[in-house]
């Protein structure tokens, strides 16, 4: 191997280690060296003064250093419809993070991508093909440091669940490529839009985002129902819990006393479902 050839070089030609040294500055932190047998391990003993071993110390820490695992791990991959949610934590009490970087890349072969980079712990990746193998890893970046650690062991997650998407065939209705994001448009039409699949189920929270608001209506309203109903105007009707524009709460076609901030852009609608027994 290459790490042979460098350390049999002989009569002060070191050009080999150079070119070895050269080279491993410049390896892929995901790409680990092949791991000898015990037996072919060479194994030296000397005895040293204390002064040779404190400037061979010296030498030793200018190169680098050997850790037994990277400071910061994969810790949980939770399945979310269209999504992962990955969760990570440090591993090693002496390194003190600044930022985090988490990739992912699907199957086992191609190129990581950046998924997110910040203080965080945890982080949702979206647009994962359901039933699709995908890799993640983390690495971390310390107080007052350029570089990064090296990579966490590559961890494979994969979600069983379908995005969530709105159906197809409404007029009144423009959708994003994805299906994901919904306009409503200046049609004189006025229809319910519903998901295309009953996609959320319970123990799961659904987010919804407002990124734009028109003209209000008494009949607009955001929420989850039991059963799909086409040709109604609202979703305040039986068998639904929702919310309208002004932040009226209505629950099975009926409103409620309490009172929420009317809807604006940037508003995001957070519902948690559970089961409970009557």
């Given at each position: 191997?290459?790490?042979?050839v460098?350390?049999?070089?002989?009569?002060g030609?070191?050009?080999?280690?150079?070119?070895?040294?050269t080279?491993a500055l410049?390896?892929q932190?995901?790409?680990l060296?092949e791991?000898?047998?015990?037996?072919?391990?060479?194994?030296?003993?000397a005895?040293?003064?204390?002064?040779?071993?404190?400037?061979?110390?010296?030498?030793?820490?200018?190169?680098?250093?050997?850790?037994?695992?990277?400071?910061?791990?994969?810790?949980?991959?939770l399945?979310?419809?269209g999504a992962i949610?990955?969760?990570?934590?440090?591993?090693?009490?002496?390194?003190?993070?600044?930022?985090?970087?988490?990739?992912?890349?699907?199957?086992?072969?191609?190129?990581f991508?950046?998924?997110?980079?910040g203080?965080?712990?945890?982080?949702?990746?979206?647009?994962?093909?359901?039933h699709?193998?995908?890799?993640?890893?983390?690495?971390?970046r310390?107080?007052?440091r350029?570089?990064?650690s090296?990579?966490?062991?590559?961890?494979?997650?994969?979600?069983?669940l379908?995005?969530?998407?709105?159906?197809?065939?409404?007029?009144?209705?423009?959708l994003?490529?994805?299906?994901n994001?919904?306009?409503?448009?200046?049609?004189?039409?006025?229809?319910v839009l519903?998901?295309?699949?009953?996609?959320?189920?319970?123990?799961?929270?659904?987010?919804?985002?407002v990124?734009t608001?028109g003209?209000p209506?008494?009949?607009?309203?955001?929420?989850?129902?039991v059963?799909?109903?086409?040709?109604?105007?609202?979703?305040?009707r039986?068998?639904?819990?929702?919310?309208?524009?002004s932040?009226?709460?209505?629950v099975?076609?009926?409103?409620?006393?309490?009172?929420?901030?009317?809807?604006?852009?940037?508003?995001?609608?957070?519902?948690?479902?559970?089961?409970?027994?009557?």
């Amino acid at each position: 191997s290459s790490g042979e050839v460098a350390v049999s070089c002989s009569g002060g030609d070191h050009q080999d280690l150079c070119n070895f040294t050269t080279k491993a500055l410049h390896i892929q932190l995901d790409s680990l060296p092949e791991v000898p047998s015990l037996v072919e391990v060479p194994c030296l003993s000397a005895q040293l003064d204390d002064a040779f071993l404190s400037m061979a110390r010296d030498h030793i820490s200018r190169l680098g250093a050997v850790a037994s695992r990277p400071p910061v791990q994969v810790e949980e991959l939770l399945e979310r419809p269209g999504a992962i949610l990955v969760r990570w934590c440090k591993v090693d009490e002496d390194f003190a993070p600044r930022d985090f970087r988490l990739q992912y890349r699907r199957g086992a072969a191609g190129h990581f991508e950046d998924a997110y980079v910040g203080s965080e712990c945890e982080f949702i990746v979206l647009h994962i093909d359901p039933h699709m193998d995908y890799q993640f890893r983390v690495c971390a970046r310390g107080e007052g440091r350029q570089e990064w650690s090296p990579w966490s062991v590559p961890q494979l997650g994969r979600t069983t669940l379908i995005p969530h998407e709105w159906s197809l065939g409404l007029d009144c209705y423009s959708l994003s490529s994805r299906r994901n994001i919904a306009l409503r448009n200046d049609s004189l039409q006025h229809e319910v839009l519903y998901s295309k699949a009953p996609t959320y189920h319970p123990g799961q929270t659904l987010t919804f985002r407002v990124e734009t608001a028109g003209a209000p209506d008494r009949r607009d309203s955001i929420g989850v129902c039991v059963k799909k109903v086409d040709g109604l105007e609202s979703l305040q009707r039986e068998g639904s819990v929702c919310m309208s524009s002004s932040g009226a709460v209505f629950v099975n076609g009926k409103e409620m006393t309490n009172q929420l901030p009317p809807i604006s852009p940037g508003s995001a609608i957070t519902f948690d479902m559970e089961l409970v027994s009557l």
